[in-house]
């Protein structure tokens, strides 16, 4: 595992009546959020043509929206 997974998971943590408590949902989410970033943000090093390029950004919505559609976060 790299830094990113060490970084959500201090936000994960509440307090609540009974003490400390991790929040597994939030932390779901929040690895949810990063795949979805990946999908939209990432180069891949490639540099398309301006007509490539509108459709790779379109696919790469697409992409994210279905992540968050599969695990029902939005």
């Known amino acids: 595992m790299n830094d990113i997974i ?3 998971e201090p936000q994960c943590w509440e307090h609540n009546e009974f003490g400390l408590n991790f929040n597994y949902q939030k932390f779901a989410e929040l690895i949810i959020f990063e795949c ?3 999908a939209i943000f990432k180069n891949d090093g490639i ?3 301006a007509d490539v390029a509108g459709h790779v950004a379109s696919g790469r ?6 992540i968050k559609q599969h695990f029902g976060v939005e």
């Not at 919505?61 to 279905?66: I, K, L, P, Q």
């Open 6 to 8: 060490k970084q959500l």
């Open 36 to 38: 979805t970033k990946v």
């Open 61 to 66: 919505s697409t992409a994210a929206r279905m």
């Open 47 to 49: 540099i398309y043509s």
